[in-house]
Each structure stands twice: as C-alpha cells, then as structure tokens.
C-alpha cells in the first residue's frame, strides 16, 4: 500500500485534534487534555522554533555565498521588499474598503464594552506598556534594532530573527568578497550544516501530525474554558467582524494571489497551492509563520522549483517582515474598535491606518497573537485606547490562524515571483 503523505497525516490529526477537543468537553476531560495532552503540542512547537534560527543562519550563509556577485543580492533584497510592501498595501487596502462596508462595530452593544476591557486588563496593561516602549524610541529605532551588538544574544531570542538575519547576510557577502580557496572550508561547513538542519527538520515533521492533535485538541478546550455571558448583539458584532476578516483574507488567497501568481510567476495557482498546502496546514495549526518557516522553504523548493539560492534568502525575510494577514486583520480590528467605541473615522485616519498598519505587521513577530499586540500601535495612532483589543480578544486565536496561513501565502507567492524574475523558478508543476 502506498503510504499517506504527510500533509494527509497532518490534516487527519488535525481533524482528529478538533473531535477530541469537544469529546474532552462533552465528557469532562479538559483536566486531562490540558495534563496529557497539551504539553506534546508545546513541545512540538518548541522543536520548531528551537530549529528556527539555526536554519535562517545556515540557509541564509549558503544560499548568499553561493551567490557569484554581490548586486545580484541586492537585486533580489530590492525587488523583495518593495513586493512585499506592495502586497502589504493592497492587503490593508482590502481590509479597509470590507470594513467600511460592512461596519460590524456598529452592531457593537454598548453596556458590553466596560465588562470587556475588565476582563482582559492583565493583557491589555501589557500591550500598553509595549506600544509606550515604541513610542518613546525616536524615527531611526527599528533600523537600530535591526542591527545587533552581540550575535549569541539575539540568536538566543527568537524574537529578534532579523538580527540573525542581518549577521548571516553579512556574513554571506564577506565569503563571496573573499577568493574561494580561502573560503573553502567554512564553505564545507555550511554546507553540512545546511544538510543536517534539513534533516532534523524532516525528523521533527515526522511527529507533526501528532503534535497538530495536541495542539488543537487543547486549543478547543482552552477556548471553550472562557465561555462568556454573550447576548446576541455582541454575538452579532463580533461575528461580522471575523466574518470580514475572513472574507479580507479569502480574497486575498482568492483574487489577489492567483493574479500576482499567473502575471508574475507564470505557475498555475491551483498547482501553486496544492505545492504549499502542507505548510499552510501546518500555519494553521501553529499560528506562527516562524515555526512553519521550515516546511515553507522545503514546499516552495521541492514543489514549486524556487531554487534554493532565493527561497533561504526570500522566505526568511518574508516570515519575518512581510504579514500581509496580520495587516489586513489589523486594519479591519481598528476599524471595528473606533465604531465599536463610537467613533467616526475621516479619510486621514484611514490612511494613518495604512501607514501604521504596515509598520505595525513589520514590527510583528511571527509567532502567534503577535498581530494583536502590535495592534495597539495602530490603534493609537488614531487616538483610540489601548483597551479596545479587549473587545476582540474572544476571536482572535481562530483569526490568527487563518492569517498566519495567508502570511506564509503571500511570502510563497513573492518568493515565485521573485525567482520567475531572476530564471530561478524551475517549473516542476
Ligand atoms: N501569528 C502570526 C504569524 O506568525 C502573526 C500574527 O498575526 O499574530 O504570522
């Protein structure tokens, strides 16, 4: 008998994740989900992301030295982040004309707004003492923070990958300064590194299936855990709201996608996302694009023919930069909370959203409800208080995982693009 992918075991585990998830309440196990079963869910995503910086390091030191000229990198690194804002923008743009449209915080009911901002306080505090540190710091902070003064303490966090990111390019354009026979053995290393890195990746996605059940299964029952006294009104509100953002992020993978795909890339959408429906499962399971980083890179190579030189520089900018989901939900939740908290918004707020809102997923960590700590910031831009994320909290780690999906999306689609433009995509599909 052939053997069932992987992506098929993943999906199954899923699912298998879900009915548990309500068996345990229905049967009064969440003690045990949460006991038993919930720590393998964590250790599955502590073994990804353990295996995150290690493999931007040594994908991104071989993929640049094996780069022959230094202006074809910065060819590449130019052409990748003005896509990725572009898409960014259109993605903010979609969110704001649906929520425009939709208006759901309008449906907001009044009396439930100061029960909210109670009940979520601790978090929100938290929030706000963020958005206060980033507010303090002057114009050129982020450039600043990109640029770490010791290697090993931002590799010891996984938060900050762009430093790991920055030394690794700088450390692959100082091998293809030198001439190669003084590179030669570091060269090696790399790439046995690069080899071994792949392979624990392999061994840590054998379990993924099993780790998907763990996490979805206590997910459900963490979720179900926080039951609210919900009226209808709210019930209303709050599901037009996710309801927009979803409808926002299907269109992107609807619409927006495909074209850019079938323009620029010259691939089949459809082949396109049956290449990467593994890691967009696994996106889904972990709501961090970091952790699905791994399994992106090896989709978006072995299915889709990016070659390697650009997917280990592309993708690991792109996880870490470019969110177009996180942006388009960003959007739609500040919109939602304004109306919600009674207030109009002008066309220069609108556009204030569209600036912040960019930055704001830049500054994103790629883990999951990073977006809706970051959300503050957008939301204080326009005057609007911290605690309206309160108001929202009770959706959003569903929303975090369809947008963590379309983030790994759009970071696929750019990554075509860019090597369809540069004659590195090897149409296998
Ligand atoms: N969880 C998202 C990601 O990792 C970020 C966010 O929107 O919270 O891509």
Redesign the pocket.
């Known amino acids: 008998m052939k053997k069932l992918a992987l992506h098929w075991k993943i999906l199954i585990g899923m699912v298998l994740g879900i009915a548990w998830g309500f068996i345990s309440i229905k049967a009064g196990w969440n003690e045990f989900t949460t006991d038993w079963v919930k720590p393998w869910g964590i250790i599955f995503i502590n073994l990804l992301k353990l295996i995150a910086v290690p493999l931007i390091l040594v994908s991104l030191i071989n993929g640049i030295s094996n780069l022959t000229d230094i202006t074809k990198l910065s060819r590449i690194g130019l052409k990748s982040i003005s896509l990725y804002i572009i898409s960014t923008v259109i993605a903010i743009s979609v969110g704001l004309i649906l929520v425009n449209a939709t208006q759901p915080g309008k449906l907001f009911p009044e009396n439930k707004r100061e029960a909210f901002q109670e009940k979520y306080q601790f978090n929100i505090e938290k929030s706000r003492a963020n958005s206060e540190m980033v507010k303090k710091q002057g114009p050129l902070q982020k450039i600043v923070d990109i640029v770490p003064d010791n290697l090993f303490s931002s590799m010891s966090d996984n938060s900050k990958m762009l430093q790991v990111i920055f030394f690794a390019i700088l450390f692959g354009i100082a091998m293809v300064m030198l001439p190669t026979n003084q590179i030669k053995a570091v060269k090696d290393v790399v790439n046995s590194l690069n080899e071994i890195v792949l392979k624990i990746i392999e061994i840590i996605m054998r379990a993924a299936p099993y780790g998907v059940f763990a996490l979805l299964g206590s997910l459900i029952v963490d979720v179900a855990g926080e039951k609210m006294d919900d009226t209808l009104d709210l019930f209303a509100a709050l599901g037009l709201y996710a309801l927009t953002v979803i409808l926002g992020l299907l269109i992107l993978v609807v619409f927006i996608y495909p074209i850019f795909i079938h323009f620029f890339a010259k691939v089949k959408y459809l082949k396109f996302l049956s290449g990467i429906f593994p890691a967009q499962l696994l996106?889904f399971s972990t709501?961090?694009?970091?952790?699905t980083l791994p399994v992106t890179m090896e989709c978006v190579e072995k299915n889709l023919g990016v070659s390697k030189e650009v997917s280990s520089f592309v993708l690991p900018l792109g996880?870490t930069i470019n969110?177009d989901?996180?942006s388009l939900?960003q959007a739609v939740a500040a919109i939602f909370i304004a109306h919600a908290f009674g207030f109009e918004l002008t066309l220069s707020m609108q556009l204030t959203i569209v600036l912040t809102a960019t930055l704001a997923?830049i500054g994103?960590?790629?883990?999951?409800?990073?977006?809706?700590v970051m959300l503050v910031i957008v939301l204080e831009s326009i005057g609007l208080p911290a605690e309206g994320i309160a108001l929202i909290f009770a959706v959003d780690r569903p929303l975090?995982m369809l947008?963590?999906v379309v983030?790994?999306t759009g970071d696929s689609t750019i990554s075509s693009i860019v090597a369809h433009s540069e004659g590195k995509l090897n149409h296998i599909v």
């Open positions: 996106a709501s961090s694009s970091a952790a996880a969110m989901g996180t939900y997923s994103s960590a790629a883990v999951p409800g990073a977006g809706m975090d947008r963590t983030n790994i």
